[in-house]
């Protein structure tokens, strides 16, 4: 809790230490994007520490044998964008190409239209798309619903890639926003309350 001046309310921010912290949140068929069902798109707002030469996981559903999706910023320091099949152990997603820059506030958003292509997938961070690099291994037919819980601040509970830093106002919507509506979500630098922003009837994940 920071406190704020006369009149105004707390935050409340989710701080990292980049080794063991995370936040679980059960499974639920809401947060996978199957086969029958793979257009979504995740949002947070996320202060990152900086690098230590490992990939820095904030926002995922990415349990044990269990791989579906993952935002992270990974080894070389780019954000990226992973959907996951784990049946045939590949992937596609996208990255920025250029690297994160530590120490600031970002609004970071990822979206999946279909979710079957690297194409099919954007990354925006402040408002702007950034998403312009293929991210690929081995075979990908799509994700699967499984069980691993979301987590924000790592990986997954048992294989920690954990991120240094701070998350909040992490989202999930059911829809693949489009760019006039991360603008909106974006909100000139100010994060907006996601349940008045116009795809709220969307909103599937506030946390």
Not at 64 to 78: C, G, Q, V, Y
Not at 83 to 103: K, P
Request: charged share 15%; with cysteine; net charge negative.
């Amino acid at each position: 809790d920071i406190p704020q001046t006369a009149l105004q309310s707390y935050n409340q921010l989710a701080w990292f230490d980049g080794a063991a912290d995370y936040i679980s949140i059960a499974d639920h068929n809401d947060f996978s994007f199957d086969a029958s069902s793979q257009t979504f798109s995740l949002s947070a707002w996320i202060f990152w520490n900086g690098s230590d030469g490992t990939i820095q996981s904030f926002f995922g559903k990415w349990g044990a044998s269990a791989r579906e999706w993952l935002f992270r910023i990974n080894a070389s320091d780019k954000l990226e964008l992973i959907l996951y099949d784990e049946s045939e152990d590949g992937y596609i997603g996208i990255r920025d190409g250029t690297s994160f820059v530590a120490g600031q506030w970002h609004h970071v958003v990822a979206t999946a239209t279909t979710g079957t292509t690297n194409a099919s997938c954007k990354v925006y961070l402040n408002g702007e798309s950034v998403g312009d690099t293929s991210s690929d291994s081995g075979t990908f037919v799509a994700m699967e619903q499984l069980a691993g819980v979301v987590s924000i601040g790592s990986d997954t509970p048992s294989t920690l890639r954990a991120f240094n830093g701070s998350v909040t106002e992490a989202c999930i919507f059911d829809k693949t926003l489009s760019a006039t509506e991360v603008t909106e979500l974006y909100n000139s630098g100010l994060a907006l309350d996601a349940t008045t922003h116009s795809a709220s009837s969307d909103l599937i994940g506030y946390w």
